[in-house]
């Protein structure tokens, strides 16, 4: 065996490729790090920002809450999440008594002004807890004493 033509094989065939190749690798991976993912969080932030959930019992707002780009994002890519994020929120102040994906009009997705408005009127056998009961005495409360 030629022991220089191995040497010479070793470095043209896989140190030589290592040397140009490695630095072109850790330049894409800055590259994507420090100028792709805040392009992308921009985007999303963009497309995504500024949503907001609202709670809606008895034609009152009881809940005004932000939501995240990423949490908006996982919402309207996957109805089941859209479910589970509701119940989330209502089991706070009630129990349902319906399937709120399948109930017309108690989740209803306003991307005008990027709201989700959840309408707990829409379900008849709605329980209400106290919290929920205290809420809507005190904003009829306030009604009352705001001069008209």
């Known amino acids: 065996m030629n022991w220089e033509n191995f040497w010479q094989a070793i470095w043209?065939?896989?140190?030589?490729?290592?040397?140009?190749?490695?630095?072109?690798?850790?330049?894409?991976?800055?590259i994507a790090a420090l100028l792709i993912n805040p392009i992308r969080k921009w985007w999303d932030k963009r497309n995504y920002g500024r949503?907001?959930?609202v709670l809606?019992?008895?034609?009152?707002?009881?809940?005004?809450r932000p939501i995240?780009?990423?949490?908006?994002?996982?919402?309207?890519?996957?109805?089941y999440e859209l479910g589970v994020y509701c119940k989330g929120i209502i089991s706070t102040y009630g129990r349902l008594h319906c399937d709120p994906?399948?109930?017309?009009?108690?989740?209803?997705?306003?991307?005008?002004?990027?709201?989700?408005?959840?309408?707990?009127d829409q379900d008849e056998n709605?329980?209400?807890?106290?919290?929920?009961?205290?809420?809507?005495?005190?904003?009829?409360?306030?009604?009352?004493?705001?001069?008209?």
Do not use: C, H
């Open 12 to 30: 043209t065939y896989i140190i030589e490729p290592l040397i140009f190749e490695v630095p072109v690798v850790v330049a894409g991976a800055l």
């Open 101 to 120: 994906l399948e109930t017309k009009d108690l989740i209803k997705l306003d991307k005008e002004n990027r709201r989700l408005v959840i309408d707990l």
């Open 126 to 148: 709605f329980a209400a807890y106290d919290v929920l009961l205290k809420a809507v005495a005190a904003i009829e409360a306030a009604k009352k004493k705001a001069p008209a």
């Open 68 to 79: 995240s780009p990423n949490q908006v994002k996982k919402l309207l890519d996957e109805p």
């Open 51 to 53: 949503w907001v959930s």
């Open 56 to 64: 809606e019992y008895k034609d009152y707002e009881i809940l005004e």
